[in-house]
């Protein structure tokens, strides 16, 4: 990573601001660090046939646990995500993590920033991309970041930000 891109990106993640703090600033023009070098993208259009996203259904999980392991390890390395029907998780619980998760995200400032780490072994994580200092990415994400990591221990309830209960 040359040095300029480096001290671009370390000033972007000290204002803990993340991506929406850009948005939320009106920029007029896309930071250099969120775009590819000229000439790095293949000049490739999508296939027709390969433009269904992969759908896990998990309602025979316990009949063909093996067979759905593998439907899922396929997709993850064909694609990077898949579709998940038949999980058990109410459409409610779904909806209200979601704005849960908005509602993180359009909170004020001050109140993210006391979430923003680096430290990937805490509970309750805000960041804008988890690899901004990778040496070998050309170029940062356009994404901030919540995560809640409920395993192996859940977080005392106290570490998840009120906006998210």
């Known amino acids: 990573m ?7 990106r370390k000033a972007f993640d000290e204002t803990k601001a993340g991506v929406k ?7 007029t023009e896309v930071p250099h660090i969120f775009r590819l070098p000229h000439g790095t993208l293949p000049d490739k259009k999508p296939s027709v046939s390969a433009s269904a996203i992969p759908v896990i259904d998990l309602a025979d999980v316990h009949v063909s646990r093996e067979g759905i392991v593998k439907k899922v390890k396929d997709a993850a390395e064909t694609w990077g995500f898949f579709q998940v029907i038949n999980h058990g998780v109410p459409l409610s619980v779904i909806e209200e993590i979601k704005g849960g ?3 993180f995200h359009e909170q004020d400032l001050e109140v993210k920033k006391s979430y923003f780490t680096r430290d990937v072994t805490k509970s309750v994580v805000y960041n804008s991309n988890f690899d901004l200092y990778n040496p070998s990415s050309l170029c940062v ?3 901030d970041s919540f995560v809640c990591c409920m395993a192996p221990d859940p977080p005392n309830p106290d570490e998840i930000p009120l906006a998210c209960r």
């Open 2 to 8: 040359e040095l300029d891109s480096y001290n671009e």
């Open 21 to 27: 703090g850009l948005v939320d600033a009106h920029i």
């Open 101 to 103: 998760v908005r509602r």
């Open 141 to 143: 994400n356009w994404r």
